[in-house]
């Protein structure tokens, strides 16, 4: 969703020095309208990125699943995420994921070394996301962990066994 809590005004600036560093790098912002769109189009031009940012609209399927595996790093700077499923859909596809604490999920991206767990900062968020670029093994190593902890939490197999065990010792 392209919503002001996102954190697109850390995200964008954060971009700059992303692209200066990586002048290959391009930023996809993925989601449909919530009434931000007009906001990160002005960003982006003040910023000169037009020329470096894509925005998809709302991707699902096939796109939604290439866009994840063609993905170096998925970035959330969110100010609140309840839970944060689009981290949790990049892990699943073995992308590293770079968090704000403020993201529900981040504990848990912290705990299996899953991705970076950051403060909301644009300093913080540029070097991790070039930390990831800049180190292949360490995009392998968050993205291998990252596509375990969704596999052992998350995938509904999983869920459903850990219900059925609750309910079991709920019985008892």
Request: aromatic share 10%; charged share 30%; with cysteine.
């Amino acid at each position: 969703r392209l919503n002001w809590k996102k954190g697109f005004d850390t995200l964008i600036p954060a971009f700059v020095e992303v692209a200066k560093q990586e002048p290959r790098a391009i930023l996809m912002i993925v989601g449909e309208d919530d009434g931000y769109e007009g906001e990160i189009k002005k960003m982006v031009a003040r910023y000169k990125l037009k020329n470096k940012v894509r925005l998809t609209g709302d991707l699902r399927g096939e796109g939604k699943s290439a866009a994840y595996e063609y993905a170096n790093v998925f970035a959330m700077p969110s100010y609140s995420e309840s839970f944060g499923i689009g981290a949790v859909e990049a892990m699943a596809s073995s992308c590293p994921v770079v968090v704000t604490k403020s993201v529900g999920i981040a504990p848990e991206i912290k705990h299996a070394y899953a991705g970076i767990v950051i403060d909301k900062d644009i300093d913080q968020l540029t070097k991790a996301i070039l930390g990831i670029l800049h180190d292949r093994e360490l995009a392998q190593i968050l993205g291998g962990h990252g596509q375990e902890l969704v596999e052992r939490e998350f995938f509904w197999p999983n869920v459903a066994k850990r219900w059925v065990e609750e309910y079991q010792r709920l019985l008892k």
